[in-house]
């Protein structure tokens, strides 16, 4: 079982910026691939950002150039700097892990973005 905590969010002006923080539990958090997914209301989920173990990182092309994921593995901790927010950022935002080599996926509780235009 990994648990994951998030951190961050609220409430932002449009072009501002805000930092989610997701801290995992367990020791082979190096391991994981973490990636941090939205859901607007009447969206579907989709994929923000992720990054693997080995540090290889991809985006949805609508943060590229303006959203970076990051880890510290010694934190067990993966990151979402957010830049140049829009009003079409907001949304609620997860993090997810999943253990390579198997189907099990985890979630985060959540965090709500808001940017107000």
């Known amino acids: 079982q990994v648990q994951l905590v998030q951190s961050g969010g609220g409430l932002v002006q449009a072009g501002g910026s805000l930092r989610l923080s997701c801290v995992a539990s367990g020791s082979i958090f190096s391991r994981y691939t973490m990636g941090w997914y939205r859901q607007a209301p009447g969206k579907q989920r989709e994929l923000v950002a992720a990054?693997?173990?080995?540090?290889?990182?991809n985006y949805a092309n609508s943060v590229k150039g303006r959203f970076t994921i990051s880890r510290d593995n010694a934190k067990n901790t993966v990151y979402l700097q957010m830049n140049s927010l829009k009003s079409e950022d907001t949304a609620v935002y997860l993090c997810?892990?999943?253990?390579?080599?198997?189907?099990?996926?985890?979630w985060g509780q959540g965090t709500q973005v808001t940017v107000s235009s």
């Open positions: 990054i693997t173990s080995g540090g290889s990182t």
């Open positions: 997810n892990a999943k253990i390579p080599s198997t189907s099990l996926t985890y």
